[in-house]
C-alpha cells in the first residue's frame, strides 16, 4: 500500500474503468461521471488538502481511498473521504486496511475528522465503518452520513511522529 501518484494513474484508471454499473452507482451514487478523468488526475496528483492511497495485489490495484480537506480556512484539520474496491477483492480487509491506514495518515497531516457520505444501501461499507469501531453513523433516508474521529499521532520525547495511536488495522497481504 502506498500514496497514489502520478506513475499510479494508468492503474487507477484501470480499476475505476472495471467498475460494473452498480459499483458505480454505490461510488458514486448515479452513473459513471463525465469527469472521471480529471477526478483520476486529482486521486494521483497529491497536494497539502489531499491524498490518495492504493492497495495492490502484487503490480494490481485493487482498492483506493482519497482523501479531501473540506476546510474552507486552509486549517485542514476536517476531510471527506471516498472509498472504491474492486469486486473480486471485497471481504478480505482491503476496504479496512485502506480506512485504516487512511485514517492514521490524515492524524499525521493534522486531520482530526473525516467525513463520509454512503448510501444506506452500500451494506458492504457501512458493515467497514461499525467494525472500525471509530464511525459515528447517522440514517437520512438513503443516504446515510458519516463521522470519523481520525488517530491520534504519537510522539516520541522529543515531539517528533512515531506513528499514530493504536488502531484495528487488520494484517493482510497488501503491499
Given at each position: 500500500?502506498?500514496?497514489?501518484?502520478?506513475a499510479?494513474?494508468?492503474?487507477?484508471?484501470?480499476?475505476y474503468?472495471?467498475?460494473?454499473?452498480?459499483?458505480?452507482?454505490?461510488?458514486?451514487?448515479?452513473?459513471?461521471?463525465?469527469?472521471?478523468?480529471?477526478?483520476?488526475?486529482?486521486?494521483?496528483h497529491?497536494?497539502?488538502d489531499?491524498?490518495?492511497?492504493?492497495?495492490?495485489?502484487?503490480?494490481?490495484?485493487?482498492?483506493?481511498?482519497?482523501?479531501?480537506?473540506?476546510?474552507?480556512?486552509?486549517?485542514?484539520?476536517?476531510?471527506?473521504v471516498?472509498?472504491?474496491?474492486?469486486?473480486?477483492?471485497?471481504?478480505?480487509?482491503?476496504?479496512?486496511?485502506?480506512?485504516?491506514?487512511?485514517?492514521?495518515?490524515?492524524?499525521?497531516?493534522?486531520?482530526?475528522?473525516?467525513?463520509?457520505?454512503?448510501?444506506?444501501?452500500?451494506?458492504?461499507?457501512?458493515?467497514?465503518?461499525?467494525?472500525?469501531?471509530?464511525?459515528?453513523?447517522?440514517?437520512?433516508?438513503?443516504?446515510?452520513?458519516v463521522?470519523i474521529?481520525?488517530?491520534?499521532?504519537?510522539?516520541?520525547?522529543?515531539g517528533?511522529?512515531?506513528?499514530?495511536?493504536?488502531?484495528?488495522?487488520?494484517?493482510?497481504?497488501?503491499?
Amino acid at each position: 500500500m502506498h500514496e497514489l501518484g502520478p506513475a499510479d494513474r494508468d492503474a487507477v484508471a484501470a480499476l475505476y474503468s472495471g467498475l460494473s454499473p452498480r459499483d458505480n452507482y454505490l461510488r458514486f451514487f448515479g452513473p459513471r461521471p463525465a469527469h472521471l478523468d480529471r477526478y483520476l488526475d486529482r486521486l494521483c496528483h497529491p497536494t497539502a488538502d489531499r491524498f490518495a492511497l492504493g492497495a495492490f495485489r502484487g503490480r494490481t490495484l485493487v482498492g483506493v481511498i482519497g482523501c479531501t480537506s473540506t476546510d474552507s480556512d486552509g486549517a485542514h484539520s476536517s476531510a471527506e473521504v471516498a472509498l472504491v474496491v474492486d469486486e473480486h477483492e471485497r471481504r478480505h480487509g482491503v476496504a479496512t486496511e485502506l480506512l485504516c491506514r487512511a485514517l492514521d495518515v490524515a492524524a499525521e497531516r493534522g486531520i482530526t475528522r473525516i467525513d463520509a457520505e454512503v448510501l444506506a444501501e452500500n451494506t458492504m461499507m457501512l458493515r467497514v465503518l461499525r467494525e472500525d469501531g471509530r464511525a459515528h453513523l447517522v440514517f437520512d433516508g438513503p443516504i446515510v452520513d458519516v463521522d470519523i474521529a481520525a488517530a491520534t499521532p504519537v510522539t516520541d520525547d522529543d515531539g517528533d511522529s512515531t506513528g499514530t495511536s493504536p488502531g484495528s488495522s487488520p494484517s493482510t497481504a497488501l503491499s
